[in-house]
């Protein structure tokens, strides 16, 4: 039996996705999936419906670099409710509880988020995408079952207070992967003697790429196909920050074929982008101990 044909077009590349509240990411993905009119295409990272900001989503052979882009680290502005806890953490959430919320001043607040800074342990939330035992949390805590959870570590490379007021934070977070934005939030407001919870927040930066550069859809719907499409950024994009290693004939054969070459004088260490002699952008790969570069991650030559 011949399997069906797959819609869409085999395109490749990344577009910058400012996704809109009231969305899930795969519902963001779905709908930029369709206006691209692509094959196969895949985000990388759940933002929560109530979040907006910057969702990478990847089409074609790009989808082979989201796992480096959910690696990545990232930068959110977050509004802080205070003095109120809800089940999910957010907005979104059932109220559970009400406290009252100390008066507040700008010493006392960076006393409390200097604690935050650095490295640091957060359990993860029930209202989350983890899984237990095969299960996401998030179905375990619509059920009313919590369960225990491992601390995780994750380390806030940044976290300024932009502004405040009697019961709210504005916040900039940079962090690592990993981090529970609403975890921070509520062991943020416990610091200070009250409880709290997310009430917006923005994604502003993941990895290499900024929101800056992000489309919605309510624009991408606004023009046509190829202009759309116009708008996918190469592959290696998303590790611009990385070291280029431009190889031989000889060296791209092997490559290509899975297997590690070393190359003289090379500088460079961790991971690398890797280009045939031409500048085509081959894949990623990483320094050995020995000198050696072993190839990770390959990617179909574009056809000219």
């Known amino acids: 039996m011949n399997k069906p044909r797959r819609k869409g077009d085999a395109i490749d590349g990344i577009l910058l996705l400012d996704k809109s509240p009231g969305l899930t990411s795969n519902q963001a993905l779905q709908k930029a999936k369709r206006l691209l009119a692509a094959r196969k295409a895949g985000h990388t990272g759940s933002l929560d419906p109530i979040a907006t900001g910057l969702l990478p989503i990847c089409c074609g052979e790009a989808t082979k670099i989201s796992p480096f882009l959910l690696g990545g680290d990232k930068r959110y502005r977050v509004r802080v409710r205070l003095g109120v806890a809800t089940a999910t953490g957010d907005a979104e959430g059932e109220i559970l509880e009400r406290a009252p919320v100390p008066a507040l001043d700008r010493f ?35 059920q009313g079952i919590e369960v225990e959870r491992p601390p995780r570590r994750v380390r806030l490379y940044e976290l300024q207070l932009l502004d405040f007021g009697p019961d709210w934070l504005e916040l900039e977070v940079f962090c690592s992967k990993g981090t529970f934005i609403r975890t921070l939030a509520e062991d943020i407001a416990k610091a200070l003697g009250t409880l709290g919870h997310v009430e917006r927040l923005r994604r502003t930066r993941v990895g290499d790429f900024d ?87 390959l990617f179909k030559l574009s056809k000219t």
């Open 108 to 142: 006392g607040i960076e006393r409390v988020l200097e604690r935050f800074r650095g490295e640091i342990e957060q359990i993860p939330p029930m209202y989350s995408a983890l899984k237990q035992q095969g299960r996401r949390l998030y179905d375990l805590a619509r």
């Open 211 to 297: 929101i800056e550069r992000a489309v919605t859809l309510e624009r991408l719907e606004a023009m046509p196909l190829a202009q759309r499409r116009q708008l996918l950024l190469p592959i290696d994009a998303a590790v611009t920050s990385w070291p280029a290693v431009r190889l031989g004939d000889e060296m791209t054969f092997y490559v290509l074929r899975g297997q590690p070459v070393l190359i003289p004088k090379l500088q460079a260490q961790g991971w690398v982008r890797l280009y045939n002699r031409d500048g085509a952008f081959l894949g990623v790969g990483e320094v050995l101990d020995d000198g050696r570069v072993a190839p990770r991650r």
